[in-house]
């Protein structure tokens, strides 16, 4: 069974810092893609970033560009989002997702987590 655990969400003041994880497991994690889909309430869900499975080449959408850093640690399974210089708008749900074929701001992710909940407060 394929299982992708997040954490590292909470509340956070606008200007502030905050590091999320996804934990894969049931995957050959070097076969996947990963990478982190959001919702805001009452918006759509977008792409936010991802990272290769082999290269390590990344993906940012234009609203977090220069803001956040994708990396991941094979030994650990786990990639991470490092988020810096929070906004309100990127309050949301934010979810880790896995494939073996989908890129960039593609919503189309074989494997989604359940999920973590950012606020930030302003």
């Known amino acids: 069974?394929?299982?992708?655990?997040?954490?590292?969400?909470?509340?956070v003041q606008a200007?502030?810092?905050l590091t999320l994880s996804c934990?894969?497991?049931?995957?050959?994690f070097v076969?996947?893609?990963?990478?982190?889909?959001?919702?805001?309430?009452g918006k759509e869900r977008e792409g936010v970033s991802c990272i290769h499975s082999t290269t390590d080449g990344t993906y940012y959408a234009d609203s977090v560009e220069g803001r956040f850093?994708?990396?991941r640690d094979?030994?650990?399974?786990?990639?991470?989002?490092?988020?810096?210089?929070?906004?309100?708008d990127d309050t949301a749900v934010y979810f880790c997702v896995a494939d073996e074929m989908v890129w960039g701001s593609s919503l189309l992710w074989d494997y989604w987590?359940?999920?973590t909940l950012v606020t930030v407060s302003s």
Do not use: C, F
């Not at 069974?1 to 509340?11: D, F, P, T």
């Not at 650990?76 to 929070?86: A, C, E, G, I, Q």
């Open 113 to 115: 987590g359940k999920g």
């Open 31 to 41: 076969d996947y893609a990963i990478g982190w889909v959001r919702q805001a309430p």
């Open 23 to 28: 934990t894969a497991s049931g995957i050959t």
């Open 15 to 17: 200007g502030g810092s």
């Open 69 to 71: 850093t994708i990396t």
């Open 1 to 11: 069974e394929v299982q992708l655990a997040e954490s590292g969400g909470g509340l």
């Open 74 to 88: 094979h030994a650990k399974n786990t990639v991470y989002l490092h988020m810096n210089s929070l906004t309100p």
